[in-house]
């Protein structure tokens, strides 16, 4: 089985254009038993927008970061992130 990253990581994705972005992973939740990485770019501090990413496994043992491209299932994913946040506090 795959080890997920761990929160407060820093991560480098490569996109379909070659060019590296650098974020910070701010949370990794589970919704609907799939798995996802809250990640917030490093490069743009007063930008809090975020993105979301679902872990799968690879294949080879590691972990694949998948973009979410379904609005239903990127909603129900934020709204877990903002309950989450809502919790700690």
């Known amino acids: ?5 761990e929160k407060e990581h820093r991560i480098t ?4 254009e070659g060019r590296e972005e650098t974020y910070d992973l701010a949370d990794i939740l589970e919704v609907h ?8 770019p490093v490069d743009e501090i007063l930008n809090t927008e975020g993105v979301v990413y679902r872990l ?3 294949g080879g043992g590691g972990i694949a970061f ?3 491209e379904d609005d239903e299932e990127w909603q129900a994913v934020v ?9 700690e506090d």
Do not use: C, H, K
């Open 56 to 58: 799968d496994p690879d």
């Open 33 to 40: 038993g799939r798995t996802y990485a809250i990640l917030l």
């Open 13 to 16: 994705l490569r996109d379909d």
């Open 1 to 5: 089985m795959a080890a997920y990253p």
């Open 79 to 87: 709204d877990a992130f903002n309950r989450s946040l809502f919790e």
């Open 66 to 68: 998948a973009p979410v």
